[in-house]
């Protein structure tokens, strides 16, 4: 069957259904990651969006669901160049596409996704459309897909109730704003008892649990729209107790202390992302998934300072604050998909708590 990719400027890509049999508007962002599609697929900070995969032949091991990073979907759609109907690897458990039948996420293959990334990359990040009626009408269409918006992400990928990991260790409170799993099994793994609050869980209700440490997951959306949680992670920041912060937590905590914000032209997504340590000098190879970034000179040089840059465009990757143990960080150190180099930041993480504890 044939399906059509109709952008908000009204380009028109045709390629063949796959997945889902609806239509579905939502906002087209792409991913140059070479491996790693179904943590991609279940990585809440899809939420309302559509992904692009740059690399050309998706789907050629398979889905193994032990590597979800959720027990859900999000995305509203998959855009491939080449869909595998046959993979081949002794984990796979069911193809893509059924994958994708199964979670109703309707997709697009046999797309040139290497000019609709360069059309993404020039004119920046933007709405679109995938459709499989052929009598689409573009006067019609192209304001609904113009006015489309993510509303309330965070809301909707959030845990629903207190969860916790048991572990012998550092009692952590993580704070769900979309977190993907391997973020908690990582502290589960160094020993930590890691108690999973939903986002609008009260500080004070953490904070009178008297956890050793307070992680900030990843997450969705306009870091902007989180005005409550925003409140919440400021009462958090001005305990004692030590903060570690992961992509969208990691913004929040810069606005909650008057740091700003900016939507990225078409914003970073993949496993192969530099980032250099200002500390050391020494470069580090990252996954990461992100729109919006903290504006570089926004960050007050009394609160915090930089300690983590983007080696291809020099946007804020890291800060640590000063007088405070809290440090925080836009990639992701659990990197599933992706590279381990950045891992040690779990460990710092604990080290921090330790020094806090016996001080």
């Known amino acids: 069957m044939e399906a059509y990719l109709i952008l908000e400027d009204g380009t028109v890509f045709r390629g063949r259904h796959i997945g ?24 809440p900070s899809y939420c309302g969006q559509s992904v692009v995969m740059t690399y050309p032949l998706i789907g050629n091991y398979g889905v193994c669901y032990d590597d979800m990073e959720d027990e859900n979907s999000y995305v509203e ?59 689409f009408n573009l006067e019609e269409i192209l304001p609904k897909i113009k006015e489309y918006r993510i509303v309330n992400p965070v809301d909707t990928v ?13 009692k952590v409170a993580l704070m769900d ?15 930590c008892e890691v ?8 500080a004070e209700g953490i904070i009178a649990a008297a956890p050793d440490g307070i992680v900030l997951s990843n997450g969705p959306g306009d870091p902007k729209d989180c005005v409550e949680i925003i409140q919440e992670i400021k009462k958090l920041y001005d305990s004692s107790i030590p903060i570690f912060a992961v992509c969208l937590g990691h913004q929040l905590m810069a606005l909650a202390n008057g740091a700003d914000t900016r939507k990225m032209k078409w914003g970073h ?26 504006k570089n000179k ?62």
Do not use: W
């Open 158 to 170: 959030t845990c629903s109730e207190i969860t916790k990991i048991p572990g012998d260790g550092f």
């Open 20 to 43: 889902a049999e609806r239509d579905s508007i939502s906002e087209i962002v792409f991913n140059t990651s070479m491996t790693g599609y179904l943590e991609i697929l279940t990585d």
């Open 195 to 202: 108690t999973i609050y939903p986002a609008h869980t009260p």
């Open 269 to 294: 997504r993949g496993a192969n992302h530099p980032v250099k340590d200002l500390r050391t000098g020494r470069v580090y190879i990252s996954s990461q998934n992100h729109g919006y970034v903290i």
């Open 298 to 359: 926004s960050v007050p040089e009394d609160v915090a300072e930089i300690c983590f840059v983007n080696a291809n465009d020099g946007s804020v990757e890291g800060l640590h604050y000063l007088g405070k143990n809290v440090f925080t960080v836009q990639f992701h150190p659990e990197a599933c998909p992706g590279p381990q180099d950045t891992a040690f930041l779990f460990d710092e993480f604990i080290h921090m708590m330790e020094v806090s504890k016996n001080a």
């Open 77 to 135: 759609g998959y855009i491939t160049g080449e869909m595998c109907g046959y993979p081949s690897n002794f984990r796979s458990q069911d193809p893509l596409e059924k994958f994708l039948i199964d979670r109703n996420i309707p997709g697009i293959t046999n797309v040139d996704t290497r000019a609709l990334t360069k059309k993404l990359r020039s004119e920046g990040t933007m709405n679109g459309m995938i459709t499989c009626r052929p009598d």
């Open 177 to 191: 704003l979309g977190t993907k799993k391997d973020i908690p099994l990582c502290l589960a793994r160094r020993g």
